[in-house]
């Protein structure tokens, strides 16, 4: 049903530029796929922009968690954001006010969402939920926020904890609880509110309960990830039992492995970008410290960057050898 409801909000938001710029995508794509040489005709259809960098909690796998990003850490400006949009708003169907930080910790991440909107764009946020205070709770509903995906890896405190370092699981739960609360009393249907779990060797045990919770507090739908590991190949006790949840597999010569076959083909790069708050395009959310960066909007353009032969060339190596990108190795997509 969720699904059904998103996608209705999805479609509201296309536009015939919208569509026609997708199946331009779609096309070059399935062609560059056949040739082994990327050719791109449309303009990017979904965006990533971080808001900040910053973040309250200090999960043991993401680097603003530990503190150990070697780009600069800041919130975007206001110019940039709308510069951002302004240029892209035409062509985009999703836009994820995310990419590593807090996003509810930049003091004007709900302005930037009801922009987005009012350009209609279609958009989504993901948080830890430390932050759903009454005040914030009003303001998501006046934004038109469309998806509000929160984090919450655990149904007891200690477990919570465990990996989300510094958080404070009631306080997740009073914030969820009040947000479907005031969004009841509006007889809003939006944000549709996703619960992502990201199963773990630490957490799996408590997938049952995790669901009953859920169905409780009438949570719209509920994700079960599978979690990154960073230094997967000697095992971590981050990767969960059940198989069916994790990324990787013991191998014959007792080193963990990619469960996954890797192909040499990755629709995101012919989707859309990922933009870092000071405004450096980086090719996908894997690339959490910008290594790949493609280019800069202070100072270029989306459409100059989403072409430039840096891009392409990153596009021609995925098609050729997709294994010799060290991010798009631990990656599943
Ligand atoms: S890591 Fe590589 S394969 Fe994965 S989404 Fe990014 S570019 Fe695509």
Redesign the pocket.
């Known amino acids: 049903m969720n699904k059904l409801i998103t996608a209705y909000s999805y479609w509201r938001f296309l536009s015939c530029k919208k569509i026609y710029n997708l199946i331009l995508l779609s096309l070059s794509y399935q062609l560059s796929r056949v040739t082994k040489t990327p050719i791109i005709w449309g303009k990017p259809t979904t965006l990533s922009i971080e808001p900040t960098t910053s973040c309250n909690l200090r999960c043991p796998e993401c680097p603003s968690g530990l503190r150990s990003f070697t780009r600069p850490t800041g919130m975007i400006k206001e110019d940039l954001f709308k510069k951002i949009i302004d240029e892209n708003g035409d062509y985009l169907t999703y836009l994820h006010l995310y990419f590593q930080g807090e996003p509810y910790l930049h003091p004007k991440f709900l302005d930037f969402v009801t922009y987005a909107n009012q350009r209609k764009v279609f958009t989504a946020t993901s948080t830890n939920a430390h932050y759903l205070t009454l005040e914030n709770v009003e303001k998501t509903l006046d934004s038109g926020l469309r998806q509000l995906i929160v984090s919450m890896d655990g149904i007891t405190q200690e477990i919570y904890q465990d990996y989300r370092i510094g958080g404070d699981l009631s306080k997740v739960q009073k914030g969820l609880e009040l947000l479907i609360q005031k969004r009841t009393e509006r007889k809003q249907i939006y944000p549709r509110i996703i619960l992502q779990f990201l199963v773990t060797g630490k957490n799996e045990h408590q997938l049952s309960e995790l669901k009953s919770w859920a169905n409780a507090m009438r949570i719209d739908e509920l994700q079960l990830k599978s979690a990154q590991i960073y230094d997967f190949e000697n095992g971590s006790e981050l990767i969960p039992k059940d198989q069916k949840y994790s990324r990787y597999i013991m191998g014959n010569n007792g080193k963990w492995k990619i469960k996954k076959k890797l192909e040499n083909k990755?629709w995101?790069?012919w989707q859309g970008s990922v933009i870092t708050w000071d405004g450096r395009v980086v090719?996908?959310?894997?690339?959490k410290d910008g290594e790949h960066t493609m280019g800069q909007l202070t100072y270029n353009t989306m459409p100059e960057v989403w072409k430039n032969p840096k891009y392409q060339h990153?596009r021609k190596s995925?098609l050729q050898d997709?294994k010799q990108?060290e991010?798009?190795k631990?990656?599943?997509?």
Do not use: Q, S
């Not at 631990?330 to 997509?333: F, I, K, R």
């Open positions: 990755c995101r790069m090719p996908c959310c894997f690339d990153f995925l997709r990108i991010i798009c631990n990656c599943t997509a």
